[in-house]
């Protein structure tokens, strides 16, 4: 699908060994290329018109260019896992194990993370460290029967 790969001068239309490429192609992305819009887009490639992709041929390149070429990034998802899952972290759903992971090997970077409105919205809803007001609880009142048998009891 990359006419950058293509050599030219084998390519005459219709492209017979292209259509079986992409008759193949077909079948391992799972999603079908119209054979008339691989042939429109080797034509438009050929006479350098650079005419906009047709649909289903932007579709076929989202498709591959989703595909991993080599196994590194599962490779470093294992190491990942046992950081993110360790004895402290037993309780984590596979759920939350799968979201750390995605968000360590896809999110932004630290340096370009802004934290500030977050500490904001926590700071309105806790308290200061520095705060010297005791918080009372609320202190549960006993009926004549319960006092009474605590009353009973030895010191």
């Known amino acids: 699908m990359d006419p950058t790969s293509w050599n030219i001068e084998e390519v005459r239309l219709p492209w017979k060994s292209g259509e079986e490429k992409v008759h193949e192609l077909n079948k391992f992305i799972k999603f079908v290329v119209d054979f008339n819009d691989f042939r429109d887009y080797v034509e438009n490639n050929i006479q350098s018109e650079h005419l906009p992709d047709l649909e289903t041929i932007k579709k076929a390149k989202q498709i591959m260019n989703t595909i991993a070429i080599s196994s590194a990034e599962a490779e470093r998802a294992f190491p990942l896992m046992n950081i993110i899952y360790s004895n ?37 809803s806790h308290r200061s460290t520095l705060d010297t007001r005791v918080h009372v609880s609320n202190t549960k009142d006993y009926g004549e029967d319960q006092e009474a048998i605590w009353k009973l009891l030895p010191n």
Request: without cysteine; hydrophobic residues 45%.
């Open 88 to 124: 402290k972290r037993a309780n984590l759903t596979i759920t939350h194990i799968s979201s750390f992971m995605t968000i360590n090997l896809l999110g932004k970077p630290l340096s370009s993370w802004n934290p500030i409105p977050y500490v904001k919205a926590w700071m309105r």
